[in-house]
C-alpha cells in the first residue's frame, strides 16, 4: 500500500485578499493584515517582519556561505533589505526551492528561486486583485475561471501526444486567465505587472577567483546545509550532473542515501544501475534501486487529482519514489546542470532566436497559439539578453524550457518527497554561463570534470555515460541523416511522421 496519497497537495499554497474557507488540512497565515495564505502541512511557511515590511518564504532556502542558517535566519535577513526592488538581487548565492511574498504598506512582490521551481501561478480576480497559486486549477477553482480553447486544442496536438513529458509553452496555462510567473520576473501585487529583474548587468568573463572554485565551494556548501536539514537521498545515474554531486557530497558519504530510477522500460539506458551500483560499491556509500516502471493505478488516479497536466511517464517514477524511498529523505537531483552545456546551441547551431525558432526546438511549431506565447517571451527576452551581452538561447533554455519543463516534473515528485536540486542557485548559473562554452560543452565536458576532481576525485573511478558500440553508432548514424534531411528540406516531413508513430506508442503504453 502507498503512504500519502494525499500527495503534492500537501505541498501547495493559496495566497489572496479574500478570507473564505479554507482547503481541508490547510494551514492559515494573515498577511499584512487584508491578505490570506493557505498552504498544505507539508510546506515550509517562513515569516519575518522588519518596521513595516512583512516577507515569507514558502518552502525551504539554503545558504551556501553558510549551512548552519535555516529559513527563519534567511528570511530576516532579506525582510531587511533596503527596498523591495532590491529583494531579488539579495537572493542569489541561495539554493533551495523557494517563493518568496513580500509586503510594504501598499506595495507588494512575488517571485521564486532562480528556476521558478517552486511555481507560482497568478491571477486577478473581478475587482483587480492579485491572487497566487502552486496550481493554475487551484486558482481556477477559487476564482470560478473558465479552461482556454485554445490551450485546449494544444493539449491535444501532436506535441502532446507524442511528448512524455509535455509542458505549457512560457507563462501560459490551461485557464484563460491564470498565468505562471517566469524565473527571473517578479510579480507586483499592486499594480498585476510582471517585471524582469535579471539579466541587469553583462556576464563577466568570470569572478576574480577561479570560477571552479567558486561552484565547488556554493555546491559543497548547498549540500552540507540541506543536510542539516534532514537527511539526502541523491538520484544517481551514470552521468556528469550527479556524479558531480556525489563529488560535493564527500563531506555527509556516511549519511548519503544515493538511489537509481530502474526505468527501462521507459527507455532509460540500463547501464545507470549498473554503473550507480559499482560506483556507489567502492566508495562505501549506501545505494539502492527504485522500480519506476510501473505505476500502482491508485497512485495514477491520486496524481491526476494533485496537480495540473500530470504525465503518464513519470507518474512509474514518482509511484516508485513514493513506495521505496525513506519518507524522511530530501530528494537531491543534478537537474539544471544541463543548462552550463548549452545544449540547443549545440544540437541547434542555427536556431532563429524568434518565437517560431524557439517553438520549433521544443515541437510546438505547428501550435499558432504556442508560438504566439514564446514570440511574446522572446519579443522582450531577446533584447533584454543583447542588452547585457547574454546569450538569448541561454536565457530560453533557463526560463521557457528548464524552468518549464522541470517545474512541472518536480510538482509531481512532491507527491513522494520535497526535491531539491543544488544547481538551482543564481550565483552558480552566472558564474557557469560567464565560462568559456568551449569549458562547459560535451564532449570534453572540462567545467564537470574539474569540479568533480576538485571535489571528491575517485568518483571518477567507473566512467561517464558509458555507451555500448551499437548505441554510438545508431546516435552517429541519427546525426547524419537529420542532416541530409534538414538540407533536402525533408526534416520537417519526417519528424512529423516519427512524432505521429511515437504518439500511437504512448496511447498502446
Not at 345 to 366: C, I, K, S, Y
Not at 381 to 405: K, N, Q
Not at 416 to 432: D, G, H, K, M, W
Amino acid at each position: 500500500m502507498l503512504r500519502g496519497l494525499d500527495g503534492a497537495r500537501r505541498r501547495q499554497f493559496l495566497f489572496g485578499p479574500s478570507r473564505t474557507p479554507s482547503v481541508d488540512g490547510w494551514r492559515q497565515t494573515t498577511v499584512a493584515g487584508d491578505s490570506l495564505l493557505e498552504s498544505g502541512p507539508d510546506l515550509a511557511v517562513t515569516r519575518a517582519e522588519a518596521g513595516d515590511r512583512e516577507l515569507i518564504v514558502l518552502g525551504f532556502i539554503l545558504d551556501p556561505s553558510d549551512p548552519s542558517r535555516d529559513n527563519a535566519d534567511i528570511a530576516r535577513e532579506l525582510a531587511s533589505v533596503p527596498s523591495l526592488a532590491e529583494l531579488p538581487d539579495a537572493t542569489a548565492r541561495f539554493g533551495g526551492r523557494w517563493a518568496v511574498i513580500a509586503r510594504q504598506g501598499a506595495e507588494g512582490v512575488v517571485f521564486t528561486d532562480p528556476a521558478g521551481l517552486r511555481q507560482v501561478h497568478y491571477a486577478f480576480d473581478a475587482s483587480g486583485r492579485a491572487w497566487c497559486a502552486s496550481q493554475a486549477r487551484t486558482l481556477a477553482a477559487r476564482l470560478g475561471l473558465p479552461a482556454d480553447d485554445e490551450a485546449d486544442e494544444f493539449g491535444r496536438s501532436l506535441y502532446f501526444r507524442s511528448y512524455p513529458e509535455a509542458f505549457w509553452p512560457a507563462d501560459t496555462t490551461r485557464y484563460r486567465s491564470v498565468r505562471r510567473l517566469l524565473p527571473n520576473h517578479c510579480l507586483d501585487l499592486a499594480s498585476g505587472r510582471t517585471a524582469r529583474f535579471w539579466p541587469v548587468r553583462p556576464l563577466r568573463p568570470g569572478p576574480v577567483e577561479d570560477p571552479v572554485e567558486t561552484v565547488a565551494a556554493l555546491l559543497q556548501g548547498t549540500i552540507q546545509a540541506a543536510s542539516r536539514r534532514q537527511p539526502l537521498a541523491l538520484a544517481l545515474s551514470s552521468g556528469w550532473d550527479s556524479r558531480t554531486l556525489l563529488a560535493a557530497s564527500r563531506g555527509i558519504a556516511g549519511d548519503l542515501l544515493t538511489f537509481t530510477l530502474d526505468n527501462r522500460a521507459g527507455g532509460v539506458n540500463g547501464l545507470d544501475v549498473r554503473v550507480a551500483r559499482r560506483l556507489t560499491g567502492r566508495l562505501g556509500v549506501r545505494h539502492m534501486v527504485v522500480d519506476g516502471r510501473t505505476p500502482e493505478r491508485q497512485f495514477v488516479d491520486a496524481l491526476q487529482d494533485s496537480v495540473d497536466a500530470p504525465h503518464r511517464y513519470c507518474a512509474g517514477h514518482v509511484s516508485g519514489l513514493l513506495r521505496d524511498l525513506p519518507a524522511d529523505r530530501l530528494a537531491v537531483t543534478g537537474n539544471l546542470s544541463e543548462l552550463g552545456r548549452s545544449y540547443f546551441q549545440t544540437h541547434h547551431p542555427d536556431l532563429e532566436p524568434t518565437g517560431h525558432g524557439f517553438a520549433a526546438v521544443l515541437n510546438m511549431e505547428r501550435s499558432p497559439w504556442a508560438v504566439a506565447a514564446i514570440g511574446r517571451w522572446a519579443d522582450e527576452a531577446v533584447p533584454a539578453a543583447a542588452r547585457y551581452g547574454h546569450d538569448p538561447v541561454d536565457l530560453f533554455h533557463w526560463e521557457i524550457y528548464a524552468g518549464t519543463w522541470l517545474a512541472s516534473g518536480q510538482a509531481e515528485w512532491d507527491m513522494a518527497a520535497e526535491t531539491l536540486s543544488p544547481f538551482n542557485c543564481r550565483l552558480i548559473l552566472e558564474t557557469v554561463l560567464s565560462m568559456d562554452p568551449a569549458e562547459r560543452i560535451l564532449p570534453a565536458n572540462a567545467l564537470h570534470h574539474r569540479l568533480m576532481s576538485a571535489l571528491w576525485a575517485e568518483v571518477l573511478v567507473e566512467p561517464i555515460n558509458p555507451e555500448p558500440a551499437r548505441r554510438r553508432a545508431a546516435r552517429a548514424t541519427k546525426q547524419v541523416a537529420v542532416g541530409l534531411l534538414r538540407r533536402t528540406g525533408m526534416h520537417g516531413r519526417v519528424k512529423r511522421a516519427y512524432l505521429e508513430a511515437r504518439s500511437r506508442r504512448m496511447v498502446r503504453d
